[in-house]
């Protein structure tokens, strides 16, 4: 009688595996806080289009070829992919590490610390996805004309809230204390948004602001988003997608170097 020994399967260097894993722990998360997750992702940059649209947009009517108020929904949404990202990404990861040790946990599982960032950073940005399309479904109801290119802005979100996140998670594991989040909050994330053409054209900026604004991957996204809301520059999309795909990939690296650091070594 022959016994057949069956070769144990390789494991390779990402599994697939360990990110369902940690999707389905989120899934179990917001199932009991999406509500307000839900109601403070999709109404705060209602807020901000509305309050700019009608309070801006009863002093100018028209910027370049757009209405005002058409040209800070566009802009709106980077500033809902950037919020529903980043914030995220640094108070999420910094209370899972420090306070609940909900990390260590999760690495006495057959999961590595880059499935871990991988996984978190892309249920962020999938929710981000979506909620940060609620200013173009606002601008609708108020004279927005609607566009096939408007199904692109899901994924240009996606690939914003993906670095945005991973920003985030690596500035949980360099900062002090959750304190030292306001350093960041208003010495990186504020002028991201102000610099990146939201709720006016980066051509009005200073010769240095308008040169800065060229490295904010929130300028690039914003950029995107209006060129799929009122016509698509294949050249130049290309180069403004290339880099949220670098940003996200650079924001990966140092996200998983960063969390290896203060969970392993």
Excluded at 27 to 37: D, H, N, P, V
Excluded at 89 to 104: A, L
Excluded at 129 to 136: E, G, N
Excluded at 140 to 150: K, Q, R, Y
Aim: hydrophobic content about 50%; aromatic content about 16%; glycine content about 8%.
């Amino acid at each position: 009688m022959t016994v057949q020994m069956r070769r144990a399967p390789r494991l390779r260097r990402f599994e697939f595996a360990p990110v369902r894993g940690v999707w389905r722990h989120e899934l179990a998360l917001f199932k009991r806080y999406w509500k307000s997750q839900s109601f403070a992702s999709m109404v705060e940059p209602t807020f901000f289009l509305l309050a700019f649209g009608y309070g801006f947009g009863s002093m100018i009517a028209v910027i370049g070829d757009y209405r005002y108020l058409d040209f800070v929904a566009t802009g709106v949404v980077g500033v809902a992919a950037l919020f529903t990202s980043v914030f995220p990404g640094m108070f999420n990861s910094y209370i899972r590490r420090v306070f609940q040790h909900t990390y260590d946990g999760m690495l006495a599982t057959p999961v590595d610390v880059h499935e871990l960032v991988t996984a978190e950073a892309l249920w962020i940005a999938a929710k981000s996805a979506v909620y940060s399309c609620t200013p173009l479904v606002v601008a609708l109801f108020f004279g927005l004309d609607p566009s096939f290119g408007m199904l692109l802005v899901p994924v240009v979100t996606f690939f914003t809230a993906l670095g945005f996140g991973l920003f985030g998670t690596w500035t949980s594991t360099v900062v002090p204390s959750i304190n030292s989040f306001d350093y960041v909050i208003t010495g990186v994330v504020t002028p991201l948004f102000l610099i990146a053409g939201t709720f006016f054209p980066v051509d009005a900026l200073p010769d240095w602001a308008h040169t800065v604004s060229y490295f904010n991957p929130l300028y690039h996204c914003v950029e995107l988003v209006r060129d799929a809301v009122f016509g698509l520059e294949p050249l130049a999309d290309l180069g403004h997608l290339g880099g949220l795909v670098l940003f996200a990939a650079l924001m990966w690296v140092i996200a998983v170097r960063g969390m290896h650091k203060r969970l392993v070594d």
